[in-house]
Nanobody, 118 residues
Framework: VQLQASGGGLVQAGGSLRLSCVAS????????MGWFRQPPGEEREFVGD????????YFLDSVKGRFIISRDNAKNTAYLQMNNLKPEDTAVYYC????????????WGQGTLVTVSS
């Protein structure tokens, strides 16, 4: 499966953005989808993921209550809704897919840059 992330941009603190991750192929519904981010000069970090059935988990405490992960299997798309953005959310955001029962995200999108100004 090939993944294409989009929706990044420049936003003021307190604003919102919704990132999309469109998958090619007909097997999108078979994958758990994850979102990662890499702030400037830092390591990539795991934001959270959503199962095939739509159950989402947020790994980063800093995004809980502000970010929402969802998916529309009919549109082969996963979403990351980001609300009340903060300058520390500035990062390149990546979507990735993995098969249930595996630990590795085998499929990655190209990343989309989110910049939050103060």
């Amino acid at each position: 499966v090939q993944l294409q992330a989009s929706g990044g941009g420049l936003v003021q603190a307190g604003g919102s953005l919704r990132l999309s991750c469109v998958a090619s192929g007909r097997t999108f519904s078979s994958y758990n989808m994850g979102w990662f981010r890499q702030p400037p000069g830092e390591e990539r970090e795991f934001v959270g993921d959503i199962t095939r059935g739509g159950r989402s988990t947020y790994f980063l405490d800093s995004v809980k209550g502000r970010f929402i992960i969802s998916r529309d299997n009919a549109k082969n798309t996963a979403y990351l809704q980001m609300n009340n953005l903060k300058p520390e959310d500035t990062a390149v955001y990546y979507c990735a897919g993995r098969m249930p029962g595996t630990a590795e995200y085998a499929y990655w999108g190209q990343g989309t840059l989110v910049t939050v100004s103060s």
